[in-house]
């Protein structure tokens, strides 16, 4: 998403669940000014033994780990063949402690606060945040039928 900033994060991890400060150049972002809302901006997956997984997956998908460094340890980026970002892997820790140990799509808004609201207002949970760096911003959200996922504002 957007850019990561684990946590959440997208992984620039300012310690959360990467609310992203991941420099990604995938399809359907807006290179100016941040990923084109409603579109999927980043995947984060956030669980207790991170290295673990980390390995799990590069070995599956033949994904490459790349460090973000956070306060202490590092989270990762995991890059696919052309070196692209694909996704986040992150311990469940700081910001993140309270995540389930689901994949969590991160998909672009214009609006964070609005987006939340929304959620709210038809059905959906907080699961965390809404957090915010600067101009950008991110929250964790249950649907009604108990799917999490994320909403992104870039900055």
Known sequence: MPEHDHHH??????????AHDHAHDHDGHDHDHGPTPGTMAW???SVPEAAAIRD???GVVGWTAEPAPMDGYDDWTMASADGEAAAGICY???ENAGLPPVWIPYFAVTDLDAAVSAATGAGGVVVAGPQRDGGSGYAVLRDP???TFAVF???
């Open 43 to 45: 995947l984060d997956l």
């Open 92 to 94: 469940a820790r700081g």
């Open 145 to 147: 039928a108990g799917a």
């Open 9 to 18: 994060d997208g992984h620039a991890h300012d310690g959360h669940a990467h």
């Open 153 to 155: 504002q870039a900055g």
């Open 56 to 58: 799990f997956y590069s």
